[in-house]
């Protein structure tokens, strides 16, 4: 396991979570820290697209689904009344599947009293390691038409390997993804704008981490364009500014090119480092 966990997470997509993630860990790689970066938004992944990756190895994330023997089920319905996800119904003497309801309890194969049911694999996405920028690389891709995310975003934590510090770029939002991807990390970053949808949602983000019981911190994205309620929230929260970002025309024509920030501006680069070191001193405060 790494020594320092960091997730970057928002409440809300396109407040910069992903500039924040991948300019923070090539920063960190070329300070000469050993540090992976870790795509957990499974759904969309795109830090690849910034940090144009060397793939050494790629992985299947698999389920198991059930798989009714018809010359042993004799259409009891035992299975059927036990899924609570309806993946399952018995018409006439026969069971019919809809693999894409199958949550992968296993219940339906202990509940059967003929023993008929037995579990297949079912490939549900894709997990890629490799290299970029001196630093690790992992993502995780979820397949067309799939709708379980936490095994593919579970292999990809599982993934990461003992690097000295892993930055996870964690799905939007605060849905089971996010908490999946920013479970047991050491600290949470939590990229926010100063606008009432950026204050909602980082309120609902804030009371997710909380829950969770991790340290956070805040980056104010474009905080010179807004207003000043983020800040005033999080001071009356008592909870810390790790950094405001300001508008930087430069960095967002290096974000719309597919270029990392810090090739563009040093001034980004010592804010990704200053960013790591105030981190580090939360997590281990």
Avoid: W
């Avoid at 928002?10 to 992903?18: A, D, L, P, R, V």
């Avoid at 194969?109 to 001196?134: D, M, Q, W």
């Avoid at 799939?146 to 799905?171: E, K, Y």
């Amino acid at each position: 396991m790494p020594n320092l966990t960091i997730a970057v997470a928002s409440g809300k997509g396109g407040t910069g979570k992903t500039t924040v993630a991948t300019n923070l860990t090539v920063a960190l790689a070329r300070e000469g820290l050993d540090v992976a970066y870790v795509d957990c938004d499974v759904e969309e992944p795109n830090g690849h697209i910034f940090l144009q990756p060397t793939v050494d190895r790629e992985e299947e994330a698999r389920v198991a689904i059930p798989s009714i023997d018809p010359d042993i089920c004799t259409g009891c319905g035992e299975c059927s009344d036990f899924c609570q996800y309806n993946a399952l119904a018995v018409l006439g003497p026969s069971v019919m599947l809809f693999p894409e309801l199958c949550h992968s309890c296993g219940g339906c194969r202990l509940v059967c009293p003929e023993k008929a049911i037995t579990e297949i694999p079912k490939t549900v996405g894709r997990v890629r390691t490799g290299t970029s920028h001196e630093a690790g690389f992992i993502d995780g891709t979820l397949e067309v038409g799939a709708t379980q995310i936490h095994p593919v975003t579970s292999l990809v934590r599982r993934t990461v390997g003992s690097h000295q510090c892993a930055v996870i770029d964690a799905p939007p939002g605060t849905t089971c993804p996010t908490i999946e991807a920013v479970r047991d990390v050491d600290y949470v970053v939590l990229v926010t704008e100063p606008t009432p949808f950026g204050l909602n949602d980082l309120e609902l983000a804030v009371g997710m981490v909380r829950e969770l019981g991790l340290r956070f911190g805040v980056v104010i994205n474009r905080s010179d364009i807004g207003d000043d309620r983020v800040e005033t929230f999080c001071i009356r929260e008592n909870i810390p500014v790790l950094l405001s970002i300001p508008y930087d025309l430069e960095c967002a024509r290096a974000y719309a090119g597919g270029h990392l920030a810090i090739d563009r501006s040093e001034t980004f680069r010592h804010m990704m480092v200053d960013l790591y070191h105030r981190v580090e001193e939360g997590a281990h405060d």
